[in-house]
């Protein structure tokens, strides 16, 4: 079954394609984010995180960058697959005073078509 | 696979009824956090716990309290169930120190309140 809303912005994409997926944060004193992808009927699952103090870094096949002169985040996914369709929220970690809670931005539905 | 166990994975009741939400963190994780997701809010932070002491605080009804157990294991419990409740409830735990970590998410359990 679904597990987020139905008022997602969505991005879709042809297969083979990339995708990039944006993100804009509140709070300027976050010092570490975090991209996760949910499939319909599971929790999050992590993808990659960065810290303030950089503002690219890579996994396999993802590549987040960090702007944080103007709060934005984006997740680059190469060659997209359709095992890519999901929701991607990036996530921000709000600092050890708030018991390093993480807050969550909307969400964005990936679709990849074949 | 997360490593984050969460039980039962549905639950249907009725309006004014009282519920328990069970969730084991992974192995080695002190940290318990609890988030609901609901289809028009995306995933809000209700509560963490470190080492079975209460650490933070989001936006939890007072309808609504958790522990952490010595175990470490968690549980979440909702009383006076109104039909507004009916959601996705998501315990994620992280390891010590929680600094900087990524969050890793259990499946989830699907509340309806009817």
């Known amino acids: 079954g679904e597990s987020v809303g139905l008022h997602l912005p969505t991005l879709s994409v042809q297969e083979g394609d990339n995708s990039i997926i944006n993100c804009a944060y509140s709070?300027?004193?976050?010092?570490?984010f975090i991209w996760y992808k949910q499939e319909s009927g599971k929790g999050p699952q992590f993808i990659i995180d960065?810290?303030?103090?950089?503002d690219k870094r890579q996994g396999q096949r993802v590549t987040v960058l960090l702007n944080k002169t103007v709060k934005h985040l984006s997740l680059q996914i190469a060659a997209t697959q359709p095992g890519d369709s999901a929701v991607y929220f990036c996530?921000?970690?709000?600092?050890?005073?708030?018991?390093?809670?993480?807050?969550f931005g909307g969400g964005t539905r990936l679709m990849v078509k074949p | 696979d997360s490593g984050v166990t969460q039980t039962p994975k549905h639950l249907i009741t009725a309006t004014g009824q009282r519920v328990t939400l069970r969730c084991s963190p992974r192995?080695?994780?002190?940290?318990v956090y609890w988030y609901q997701q609901s289809l028009d809010q995306g995933l809000q932070f209700l509560i963490q716990?470190?080492?079975?002491?209460?650490?933070a605080k989001g936006n939890i009804l007072e309808r609504f309290s958790a522990q952490q157990f010595p175990d470490l294991h968690s549980e979440l419990n909702l009383s006076s169930l109104e039909l507004g409740d009916s959601a996705l409830y998501f315990c994620?735990?992280?390891?010590?120190?929680?600094?900087?970590?990524?969050?890793?998410f259990g499946n989830g359990t699907r509340l309806t309140v009817t």
């Open positions: 996530a921000e970690n709000m600092g050890r005073n708030a018991g390093n809670m993480l807050t």
């Open positions: 192995s080695g994780d002190l940290s």
């Open positions: 960065i810290r303030s103090n950089m």
């Open positions: 709070n300027s004193a976050s010092d570490y």
């Open positions: 994620a735990s992280s390891p010590d120190p929680p600094d900087n970590s990524p969050l890793h």
């Open positions: 716990y470190y080492n079975g002491e209460e650490r």
